[in-house]
């Protein structure tokens, strides 16, 4: 079984700062993907980025970057320059063999 | 494409009235789910499907049904509903599971039990 924790329950930046996020996770598979999904106030959830485990290059997606540590099964995202649009919940998830855990989610707000 | 589609928007149920979530999408995607998320929580798994026919348990099963009898559609039937399943609803799909792909999700549902 997989399982995600997400520490930090609520986060804020300024305005063009960079914040980071952390997760980590544990897993009993051998191959598997890690995310960040976004969701606004919409609820709508949309994938922010993406890492393949078996990969030691940090997934990078414009602003958006992590920090995968496998040993320490850490994938924390970092959101550089930050936007007023990029206050929403974050989830941090782990995909296995058929399904997908999610954290309990940061709720990250940027203020002007 | 519409992607994935989920009717209705938002439900009030009475404690023990059925009712079932539909969601379709349209993407030929052979992997779909079913999450619930709770206020403040992240999404728990309820069902997944890996193609027509078959389907699976997730994490949190007890009081729901699922049927996939075509790749487009996978309805999640709620039987005798019970106040703890006031949650959010979101439909899932994918390419592949188990994979570096990304799911694709419905917009929810929101469902009260009263």
């Known amino acids: 079984a997989q399982t995600v924790t997400q520490s930090q329950p609520e986060m804020s930046v300024q305005e063009a700062e960079t914040v980071t996020l952390s997760c980590t996770y544990d897993?009993?598979?051998?191959?598997?993907?890690l995310f960040w999904y976004k969701q606004p106030p919409s609820r709508q959830m949309i994938l922010v980025i993406r890492?393949?485990?078996?990969?030691?290059q940090n997934a990078t997606e414009n602003r958006f970057s992590v920090n995968f540590q496998k040993a320490a099964k850490s994938f924390s995202l970092k959101i550089s320059d930050s936007q007023l649009g990029d206050t929403a919940m974050y989830f941090c998830?782990?995909?296995?063999?058929?399904?997908?855990?999610f954290g309990a989610g940061t709720r990250l707000t940027v203020k002007p | 494409n519409a992607g994935v589609t989920q009717t209705p928007k938002f439900r009030i149920l009475k404690i023990g009235q059925s009712m079932t979530l539909q969601c379709a999408q349209d993407?030929?995607?052979?992997?779909m789910y079913w999450y619930r998320q709770d206020p403040g929580m992240g999404l728990k798994l309820i069902y997944y499907?890996?193609?027509?026919?078959?389907?699976d348990k997730g994490e949190v099963p007890n009081g729901y049904n699922v049927s996939r009898s075509t790749t487009e559609d996978f309805p999640l039937r709620l039987e005798l509903a019970a106040p703890s399943q006031t949650s959010v609803y979101f439909c899932?799909?994918?390419?592949?599971?188990?994979?570096?792909?990304?799911?694709?999700f419905g917009p929810g549902t929101r469902l009260t039990v009263t």
């Open positions: 993407m030929n995607h052979n992997y």
């Open positions: 899932a799909s994918c390419t592949t599971g188990g994979s570096f792909y990304e799911q694709y």
């Open positions: 998830a782990s995909s296995g063999d058929n399904d997908m855990r």
């Open positions: 890492q393949e485990a078996y990969k030691q």
């Open positions: 499907s890996v193609g027509a026919g078959i389907t």
């Open positions: 897993t009993s598979e051998n191959n598997y993907y």
